[in-house]
Structure formats: structure tokens, C-alpha cells
């Protein structure tokens, strides 16, 4: 196995090294991003939080993940939970926060349950200052406002304006949200060094000889991560990169595209299965997932979504393809979050690389009415 790995070695290594600048410092040379998705610099938003801390700040890890074609977070709580308490404490001590808060997502009961164990394992202090707060199984759940507004409120809502939670989060304090996978490896750079960070986990599903969630490279492409895998089962379609918020590209291309940072979830899609039929059913369901505060979210996903079902199953208007390239345009930058955009990105990507079946299902309904 290469060095850094998450998934290879023991979950416990002995003594923790001390937190402080220059684990800060270590972080920003290791060139270590984010791994819940924007791939930001894990150092520059320790750096900003320990800034404006004075000791009552807040670590909130994040493994929410309600993602269905993501499941790299469940698994890494599930096998090393200690390494990510590591990754909070180490986070804590170098921002200078109080408590540490582990947002687990409802549906994980696995990881949950490891992770229980494994915090009834630490020292009293650090057990004193944790704790577990289950995340609703809602997508947007664990968006970083959301999550902070669910552990205030219990209701898990974005909020778009100023401040962030890096100034105010949690009851107000400096509130250093990052995911487990992201804390895991800054605790891995913590004990072995800089070139720690270069690991990424990625989820791998649909037709593949070994679904699974592996581990690669920063760097591989998406071909080697399905090779880790175990390389496609039958005939692909197409490939689904970053879950459901993430692009739809033609085997082709995607095969030696390098995996983008943060993006956790690769999909192959069977040639034998039918893109439109696919695209209904996400489409349906990121609509059922809008936090419903923002009409261009609310109502524009829930028109994308008809729109698909209405061409998969066989019944396109005339302008419905016009329609859902405009509307996924439309959408963009619209709400108080990025979900709109991620449904939009999502449907603008299948229009490209499905477009035969698009025009097929229209053309098709087109001669009937005609
Ligand atoms: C709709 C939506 C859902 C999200 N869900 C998650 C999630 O389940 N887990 C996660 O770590 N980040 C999620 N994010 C990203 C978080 O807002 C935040 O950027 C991330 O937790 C920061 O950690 P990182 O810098 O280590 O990536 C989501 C963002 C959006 C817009
Ligand atoms: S953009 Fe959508 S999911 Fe995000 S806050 Fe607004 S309604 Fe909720």
C-alpha cells in the first residue's frame, strides 16, 4: 500500500503529536484540499480560524454525507474512527476550540456506532469536550450553514448571507467545519510528514467488477480509480463523476480525465440501463431534496424533474428539451446554496453526453403529435 493510506493500516498509532503552528504550517506545504466537495486548502482554514479563535472555538467534523452514490465517509468512520478523532483533536488544539462536534449522518449506523466506541475509548478530557450529533438524512444536511443552523435549531437549513461559519458558527464561535476524510488526513500529515496528504478516497459504483470504496492518488484518473475497482463489469454508457452533483461524461473522456479534488463518487453506467429513465429518478430526487426556502431551487428543480419524467417515460413536448437546457441555466447561482447548481451541472452534462437518447425520446413524441 502506498504511504498515508486510510483504508490499509491500523485504526490506533500511538501517542498524538502536538497541534499548533506548525502542524499549520506542515498542512499548507502538504498542499492537503478538502475533501467534502469545494477542495479547499485545508491549512489556509485552519490558519483563519486559529486567527480569530482566542480558545472558544468549535471543530465540527463532517460526515454527514447523504449522497446515495457516495459512501467513502460511512466507511472510513466505520474502519478508523479514531484516526478522524485524531484529526479533531489535532484541528482543536491548533485553532484553539473547546469542543469538537462529530455530525454523523442518520442513515450511517455503522460508522455511528464505531465511532461511539471509539470516543468511550479516548481520554477523559477529550471525551469531556466531543460529542456525537446525528445529521438528518436530508442531502443539503450537510452543507456547512446547515449543519451549523441543524446543531443551533434542529433545523437543517442553509443560510446564504455573511458572516461564515469560519467567523460565526456554532452558538457564534469561530466554527472550523471540515470533513472526516479531510481531518483523517491532516492527522496522517501530523504523524508522518508532509507527503501524507497526497491520498484521495473515492467511492466506486455502478457497473464495476468490485463496487467499492478505494483508495488512489491525488491525481489517478478516473480509469485507474474503476481499475482499483475492478475494472468495468460489461458495456459502459457513460461515467458519473462526483455523485449527484457531478458531471456526466462519455467513457472516452472520462477514462484519463484526472479525478477533480474533492470528488468522492464515481458511477459507471450499464449500457443496458436507460440514461433518461436514470436521469428522472436523480433529478426527482435532488428536487425532493431542496431545503424548499428558495423559489428558483424549489420550483426550477421540481420542473427540471418533471420534464425528465416526462421524456423517459415516453411523453417529451415539443419544447421540453429546449426547456430543460434553459431551466438548468436559469438555475444556476439562484439559491442560498449550491444544490440548484449541482442538480444543474448534473442536467446540463446528461443533455451533452446523452444526447442521442434526448433527441430520440423527442423526435419520437414529435412524429406522434405530428
Ligand atoms: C447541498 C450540499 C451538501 C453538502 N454535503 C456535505 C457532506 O455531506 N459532507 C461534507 O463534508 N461536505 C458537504 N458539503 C460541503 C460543506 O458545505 C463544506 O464545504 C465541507 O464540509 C467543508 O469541509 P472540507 O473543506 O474538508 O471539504 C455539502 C455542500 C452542499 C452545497
Ligand atoms: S438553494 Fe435550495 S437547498 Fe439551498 S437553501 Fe435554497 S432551497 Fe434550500
Given at each position: 500500500m502506498f504511504a498515508g493510506s486510510l483504508l490499509a493500516d491500523a485504526d490506533r498509532q500511538g501517542p498524538l503529536p502536538a497541534g499548533g503552528p506548525d502542524l499549520i504550517a506542515a498542512l499548507e506545504r502538504s498542499g492537503l484540499r478538502g475533501r467534502?466537495?469545494?477542495?479547499?486548502p485545508v491549512g489556509t482554514k485552519w490558519r483563519s480560524v486559529a486567527g480569530r479563535a482566542g480558545g472558544g472555538a468549535v471543530v465540527l467534523a463532517n460526515g454527514a454525507e447523504a449522497d446515495p452514490l457516495n459512501r467513502k465517509d460511512q466507511t472510513l468512520l466505520s474502519s478508523r474512527p479514531h484516526l478522524v478523532l485524531d484529526g479533531a483533536f489535532l484541528a482543536a488544539q491548533t485553532v484553539g476550540a473547546n469542543e469538537v462536534i462529530l455530525y454523523v449522518g442518520e442513515r450511517h449506523r455503522t460508522a455511528q456506532a464505531a465511532l461511539a466506541r471509539a470516543l468511550g475509548e479516548r481520554p477523559a478530557p477529550q471525551r469531556s469536550r466531543a460529542r456525537i450529533v446525528i445529521a438528518p438524512?436530508?442531502?443539503?444536511?450537510?452543507e456547512e450553514t446547515a449543519a451549523v443552523n441543524y446543531i443551533e435549531t434542529g433545523v437543517a437549513v442553509p443560510t446564504a448571507t455573511p458572516p461564515r461559519p469560519f467567523e460565526r458558527g456554532v452558538d457564534g464561535r469561530p466554527t472550523l467545519i471540515q470533513n472526516v476524510e479531510s481531518l483523517a488526513r491532516a492527522a496522517l500529515v501530523a504523524r508522518q510528514g508532509e507527503s501524507a496528504g497526497g491520498m484521495i478516497l473515492v467511492s466506486v459504483s455502478g457497473a464495476v467488477a468490485v463496487p467499492r470504496v478505494v483508495e488512489v492518488q491525488v491525481g489517478s484518473t478516473v480509469g485507474e480509480a474503476i481499475d482499483v475497482a475492478g475494472g468495468l463489469a460489461g458495456p459502459p454508457r457513460a461515467v458519473l463523476v462526483g455523485g449527484f452533483f457531478g458531471t456526466w461524461l462519455d467513457v472516452g473522456s472520462a477514462w484519463d480525465l484526472r479525478l477533480p479534488g474533492g470528488c468522492g463518487a464515481i458511477t459507471v453506467l450499464s449500457a443496458g440501463i436507460s440514461p433518461l429513465a436514470e436521469m428522472a429518478r436523480m433529478v426527482r430526487f435532488l428536487a425532493g431534496e431542496s431545503a424548499a426556502q428558495c423559489g428558483p431551487c424549489y420550483f426550477g428543480l421540481g420542473a427540471l424533474a418533471a420534464t425528465c419524467e416526462r421524456i423517459a417515460g415516453g411523453?417529451?413536448?415539443?419544447l421540453d428539451l429546449e426547456r430543460l437546457r434553459r431551466w438548468s441555466g436559469q438555475v444556476?447561482?439562484?439559491?442560498?446554496?449550491?444544490h440548484p447548481d449541482g442538480a444543474a451541472g448534473l442536467v446540463h452534462s446528461a443533455l451533452q453526453v446523452f444526447q442521442p437518447e434526448f433527441a430520440a425520446a423527442c423526435r419520437t413524441v414529435g412524429q406522434v403529435a405530428a
Open positions: 467534502g466537495g469545494a477542495s479547499f438524512p436530508r442531502y443539503v444536511a450537510g411523453q417529451a413536448q415539443a444556476v447561482g439562484r439559491g442560498a446554496c449550491r
